[in-house]
């Protein structure tokens, strides 16, 4: 049964056939009701590759993750996997291999077909984002920006979290504070440490130290913990929470350390763990809901829509790893 004989028998255009099975052709939801009921029942299945040759288009959108180590991306992938559904899109899920970047998988993305990319946790140049766009497919960055007023980008106001993180740890007395900063390639990175040193300036505070722990992990986490004890501080700033957790743990069971009595330690992303009894981090919360509504709208546009960068503010969340200090 081919699309040919289901318009035939039901007296509608092939074409009418094809607009019935695809979520965001314009159809009216009775004839769309009408067509696709029929249809099945007379045994028809829309093939789906052969439709992407004819038309160009998959309706299918790349998911594109570098490590996958941080909770948070996991989800974020959940999330964009439902809402790409939820707008008739398929996901296809790349995971870009250590030491790489978006670029070296683009041959494997174009034999896909891929609409569009929705990349996160992982570096695109502008040059192929400008590649993309040139081939009428959009590339929308998730919890990343790039200086490129071509790209879409989509992620939390870390410049405001780093603020709000500056302004909890000195309006609770801390004087002695170390930041641990992520992967330096990372504009999340950047842009929390830029402004957690804005707001420390504005109120002629500074740190004792920062420490580069290399990578978003658990272990870099532990392991940086151990640098900033040495310097005596009071107050530790990880640049996301998994940093954090890691570092939680080394200070409180391998440097027996209370926190927050000895050390108050902030985090952020706020992903599960975060909330954790044994953990009960204080963190800035990311609006994952809306930055994924946001990156799908993007990615579903079309690629001569003006492509926006959207910052959105972040939520501080506090629990038990922060302690007012004496004297405040």
Same mark, same amino acid.
């Given at each position: 049964?081919?699309?040919?004989?289901?318009?035939?028998?039901? =007296?509608?255009?092939?074409?009418?056939?094809?607009?019935?099975?695809?979520?965001?052709?314009?159809?009216?939801?009775?004839?769309?009701?009408?067509?696709?009921?029929?249809?099945?029942? &007379?045994?028809?299945?829309?093939?789906?590759? @052969?439709?992407?040759?004819?038309? %160009?288009?998959?309706?299918?959108?790349?998911? #594109?993750?570098?490590?996958?180590?941080?909770?948070?991306?996991?989800?974020?992938?959940?999330?964009?996997?439902?809402?790409?559904?939820?707008?008739?899109?398929?996901?296809?899920?790349?995971?870009?291999?250590?030491?790489?970047? #978006?670029?070296?998988?683009?041959?494997?993305?174009?034999?896909?077909?891929?609409?569009?990319?929705? *990349? @996160?946790?992982?570096?695109?140049?502008? %040059?192929?984002?400008?590649?993309?766009?040139?081939?009428?497919? %959009? *590339?929308? +960055?998730?919890?990343?920006?790039?200086?490129?007023?071509?790209?879409?980008?989509?992620?939390?106001?870390?410049?405001?979290? =780093?603020?709000?993180?500056?302004?909890?740890?000195?309006?609770?007395?801390?004087?002695?504070?170390?930041?641990?900063?992520?992967?330096?390639?990372?504009?999340?990175?950047?842009?929390?440490?830029?402004?957690?040193?804005?707001?420390?300036?504005?109120?002629?505070?500074?740190?004792? =130290?920062?420490?580069?722990?290399?990578?978003?992990?658990?272990?870099?986490?532990?392991?940086?913990?151990?640098?900033?004890?040495?310097?005596?501080?009071?107050?530790?700033?990880?640049?996301?929470?998994? +940093?954090?957790?890691? =570092? +939680?743990?080394?200070?409180?069971?391998?440097?027996?350390?209370?926190?927050?009595?000895?050390?108050?330690?902030?985090?952020?992303?706020?992903?599960?763990?975060?909330?954790?009894?044994?953990?009960? &981090?204080?963190?800035?919360?990311?609006?994952?809901?809306?930055?994924?509504?946001?990156? !799908? @709208?993007? !990615?579903?546009?079309?690629?001569?829509?003006?492509?926006?960068?959207?910052?959105?503010?972040?939520?501080?969340?506090?629990?038990?790893?922060? $302690? %007012?200090?004496?004297? $405040?």
């Amino acid at each position: 049964m081919t699309s040919r004989d289901v318009a035939r028998l039901l =007296g509608v255009s092939q074409s009418m056939i094809s607009r019935a099975f695809d979520p965001r052709a314009s159809v009216s939801p009775a004839n769309r009701t009408r067509i696709v009921e029929a249809a099945r029942a &007379l045994g028809y299945e829309p093939n789906v590759i @052969a439709r992407s040759l004819a038309t %160009r288009r998959s309706s299918i959108v790349a998911i #594109v993750m570098g490590s996958m180590e941080n909770p948070f991306y996991t989800g974020v992938l959940d999330q964009l996997a439902q809402a790409l559904d939820e707008a008739g899109l398929r996901s296809l899920l790349f995971r870009v291999p250590p030491g790489q970047d #978006v670029d070296d998988q683009l041959p494997a993305l174009r034999r896909y077909n891929v609409d569009g990319l929705i *990349v @996160a946790s992982a570096s695109i140049s502008s %040059r192929i984002a400008a590649e993309w766009r040139r081939d009428d497919r %959009r *590339v929308v +960055l998730i919890n990343r920006t790039v200086p490129d007023a071509s790209v879409a980008s989509i992620s939390c106001d870390n410049c405001g979290g =780093g603020r709000q993180l500056a302004d909890l740890l000195l309006d609770s007395g801390h004087k002695r504070l170390v930041y641990v900063a992520g992967p330096r390639n990372t504009s999340t990175n950047r842009d929390r440490e830029d402004g957690f040193m804005e707001g420390l300036m504005e109120r002629n505070a500074g740190l004792v =130290g920062r420490i580069d722990a290399g990578e978003y992990s658990f272990n870099a986490g532990a392991a940086a913990a151990h640098r900033a004890a040495a310097l005596k501080p009071d107050g530790i700033f990880f640049a996301n929470d998994i +940093l954090a957790l890691g =570092g +939680l743990d080394a200070l409180r069971h391998e440097l027996r350390l209370q926190v927050p009595k000895h050390v108050s330690v902030v985090g952020f992303d706020d992903i599960e763990m975060a909330s954790w009894p044994s953990y009960r &981090l204080t963190t800035i919360r990311q609006p994952v809901s809306e930055m994924v509504s946001s990156a !799908v @709208a993007a !990615v579903a546009a079309s690629a001569t829509a003006q492509a926006n960068s959207i910052s959105l503010p972040g939520l501080l969340v506090e629990r038990g790893s922060v $302690m %007012r200090r004496h004297g $405040m």
